[in-house]
């Protein structure tokens, strides 16, 4: 899931200077869990902006705005609504964010009222972890399981850099050493070996961005 934080509401209030009418995009996946587009959320930001002379002319939200083809549907609902607004304030990702602008449903000026942190996976309630930066080249076969590229700080390759104090980050005393936990897990699976593998410098060719896949072209 994509973990994303909420904009102060001075910074949203500065976002959406000069604009009145407002329409709200919030997001019934990722930013319902982190609760930052929920409906929860959006309906207290409604009033928030109403009590700070901002004219709601509605909201939605969609299953996953991400989904161009669900937000264009779901926004075709509130042609009029759309019409009567002079700015669209989506609380959603960067995905979310350009998704709702490719959907060609309206001309407004689009907010974004979150900042996006990291792809995440939820460890318990309320509480996110960053396992992975997409490198486009994955090297959890050889590391039992724990992605050395997000988990280490440096996104060391090849072993610990040597300043791991009591199993913890040097960079970060509060963070387990990735290192150290590879090493633990590969020899709980008898893959110690897999330690002495040098891995090459990364090919950053493989994630040059904009990633753009079309599973189409592949079938
Ligand atoms: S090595 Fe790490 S960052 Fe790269 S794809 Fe695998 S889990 Fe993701
Ligand atoms: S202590 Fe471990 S996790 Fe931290 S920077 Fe060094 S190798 Fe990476």
């Not at 959320?41 to 902006?49: D, P, S, T």
């Not at 700080?153 to 199993?167: F, H, I, V």
């Not at 070996?193 to 060719?205: C, E, G, L, Q």
Request: net charge positive; aromatic share 6%.
């Amino acid at each position: 899931m994509i973990v994303t934080k909420q904009k102060s509401f001075q910074d949203i209030m500065e976002a959406l200077k000069n604009k009145t009418n407002i329409f709200i995009i919030g997001c019934g996946e990722c930013a319902t869990t982190c609760k930052t587009g929920g409906e929860d959320e959006v309906k207290l930001l409604c009033a928030e902006l109403s009590k700070n002379n901002k004219n709601i002319t509605g909201f939605v939200i969609p299953k996953a705005p991400c989904v161009v083809s669900q937000t264009k549907r779901d926004l075709s609902k509130f042609r009029a609504e759309l019409e009567r607004s002079d700015c669209i304030l989506v609380m959603a990702c960067g995905l979310g964010v350009q998704a709702v602008i490719q959907s060609k449903r309206f001309n407004s000026k689009v907010v974004s009222g979150c900042d996006t942190l990291f792809a995440g996976s939820m460890t318990s309630l309320g509480e996110f972890f960053e396992f992975c930066s997409s490198c486009g080249e994955c090297l959890l076969n050889i590391t039992g399981g724990l992605c050395p590229v997000t988990r280490c700080p440096k996104s060391l390759l090849n072993g610990p850099c040597g300043g791991a104090k009591d199993g913890k980050c040097e960079v970060d005393r509060t963070k387990d050493c990735v290192w150290i936990l590879i090493y633990e897990r590969l020899k709980e699976l008898g893959e110690l070996d897999n330690i002495k593998s040098i891995v090459k410098a990364k090919n950053h060719r493989k994630n040059l961005r904009p990633g753009v896949r079309s599973l189409k072209k592949e079938n």
